[in-house]
């Protein structure tokens, strides 16, 4: 991973949303790097704290803002990670659904809602009910409301 882009994941974790705005500005196609770690993943992935490096898996306070950020930046709601094996359901929305930090966060159902607003389609990438099905595998009420 770049530099830039270590310290953009950081501040999504950390929930520093300043610093995230500055290391946009200064670098814009930060919003569609991947991570050079084998799950690929780009910045808005790092929301679902999920599939990640275990150490990165955080869900601040403000993930809600953080994530709104991201999007208004350009941030495309249906990238795809190579998280589990990769395939088209390794997107932010899928990721999150599953996610226990977002979850314990208490942030799931509104970090859902926004990325179903943003444009993630509500039965996955491949029309197969993907997001809902794996929220409810998972037990994650928020998620499959």
């Known amino acids: ?75 495309d709601v249906n990238a795809l990670a190579e998280t589990y094996g990769g395939g088209p359901n390794q997107t932010t929305l899928n990721l999150l659904v599953s996610s226990v930090h977002p979850a314990k966060a208490r942030l799931q159902g509104k970090l859902t809602r926004l990325l179903l607003d943003a444009g993630a389609p509500p039965n996955g990438l491949e029309d197969d009910g993907s997001p809902l099905d794996t929220a409810l595998f998972f037990g994650k009420e928020a998620g499959a409301e």
């Open 1 to 75: 991973m770049s530099k830039a882009f270590d310290e953009a994941v950081l501040a999504i974790i950390d929930g520093d949303a300043v610093r995230l705005r500055e290391l946009l500005t200064a670098d814009p196609s930060l919003i569609t790097a991947h991570s050079s770690s084998d799950h690929r993943s780009t910045l808005l992935h790092y929301v679902a704290a999920n599939g990640i490096e275990n150490e990165l898996q955080r869900t601040p306070p403000n993930a809600v803002e953080i994530a709104v950020i991201l999007l208004e930046a350009g941030a």
